[in-house]
């Protein structure tokens, strides 16, 4: 099981600014699914964080453009067509202790943010922490560019 991180769903989609990675990406995504080695997840932060990047596009039709796009992303998704499925998750309390604390991570939400390690990123780490309380024997990892991140995956 891999999480899909922000970055990878931003250079999927051609986010300007967010893309410089992209044909690595596409790439990584056809040997995935060419190989069906994991199942993907789509974490609810990594739609929050890509949904803000794309509204941050200074440029009227690109952003447009790109909000088109992640809106047939998001409805393959829904359809169950999408090479990944949503990580459906309960925003509660448990959630909120567990991103303060930092989730396995060892280091809370305040350390995290010292050390430059964002709250989406934490976030992502809550969610794959929180898959994995729910299922059992199921390892899961996050497909990330990003190494700050990646270092906990």
Known sequence: MEFVDTSILCNLLGVPGKCQDR???IEELKSKRERR??????????????????AQVSDGRSRRSCAERFSGVLTTVIEGRAPWALNELEWDGAHLRALVAGGSTGS???????NRLGCGDLNILIERDRYL????GVRATIWTLDELLRSYS
């Not at 809370?108 to 010292?114: D, G, P, T």
């Not at 309380?133 to 059992?136: E, K, V």
């Open 108 to 114: 809370s939400l305040i350390e995290h943010a010292c």
């Open 23 to 25: 044909e690595q990406a």
């Open 133 to 136: 309380a729910r299922t059992s």
């Open 37 to 54: 080695e994991t199942d993907l997840l789509l974490p609810v932060t990594a739609v929050i964080e890509t949904g803000n990047h794309i």
